[in-house]
């Protein structure tokens, strides 16, 4: 149990609509990144949030868009769905220490778009 | 620039020993192992930090090849509880830091069968 949170775990969504995801960050973590998990990969890096702020993003058009508010949650919107949009999203939470960060992944939501 | 991992798929019968390596193109700052559950999240296992030394805890460890831009992971006695798939996720050397973000191998299946 990592202590983040996400919501929905389940999604179905036609071509061409719109969708928000959402993510809660384990306690005194600052950073959450986005990830796209399609059947067989592994996660694809989205973005990423450090205090408010996208730091970071990955191969993603920009109908990939995200948010964090002042208590690290975060959002992920995804504008005119296509059907290759269709994966298990996760999100995970970090704080920088010294060296490296670890990131914790929450339990995804599952996206399936007809 | 994605990592690649290896093998592809591996089967073994509990109490025998694995080995799965993860390489990479660009010289790394980080590697962060993970293993994931059919329908689950990626659970953290370990980080390796350039520099840094052999981690583990009881019968699973890995290390860090700076020379080659390589780490492996060891599973060693295995059981039932290992079967799932095994993802390395590789920071980069970014201005004498990290690029902040994890790219991620396809993955290792691992299969322990009784």
């Known amino acids: 149990e990592t202590g983040v949170t996400q919501s929905p775990t389940h999604l179905i969504k036609t071509r061409g609509q719109q969708v928000t995801l959402r993510c809660s960050s384990q306690?005194?973590?600052?950073?959450v990144s986005w990830y796209q998990q399609a059947l067989g990969q592994g996660p694809q890096f989205i973005f990423q949030?450090?205090?408010?702020?996208?730091?970071g993003r990955g191969n993603f058009p920009p109908r990939f868009s995200g948010l964090q508010f002042p208590n690290y949650s975060s959002e992920l919107n995804v504008n005119a769905l296509e059907l290759d949009d269709s994966a298990l999203y996760l999100c995970a939470s970090s704080t920088r220490l010294a060296g490296a960060e670890t990131q914790y992944f929450g339990p995804g939501t599952r996206l399936l778009v007809l | 620039q994605q990592p690649v991992q290896s093998p592809q798929a591996v089967i073994l019968r509990e109490g025998e020993d694995a080995v799965i390596n993860c390489s990479s193109s660009k010289a790394l700052y980080s590697v962060h192992w993970y293993r994931q559950k059919h329908g689950e999240a990626p659970v953290f296992l370990m980080i390796?930090?350039?520099?840094?030394e052999q981690k583990g805890h009881e019968k699973i460890s890995a290390s860090f090849n700076e020379k080659k831009q390589q780490s492996s992971l060891y599973l060693t006695a295995s059981q039932l509880s290992y079967s799932g798939t095994y993802f390395c996720?590789?920071?980069?050397?970014?201005?004498?830091?990290?690029?902040?973000?994890?790219?991620f191998g396809k993955g290792t299946k691992l299969s322990v069968k009784p």
């Open positions: 390796l930090l350039k520099g840094g």
């Open positions: 949030y450090y205090r408010e702020e996208e730091n």
């Open positions: 996720g590789t920071e980069w050397v970014n201005y004498g830091g990290s690029q902040g973000n994890l790219i």
């Open positions: 306690s005194g973590h600052n950073t």
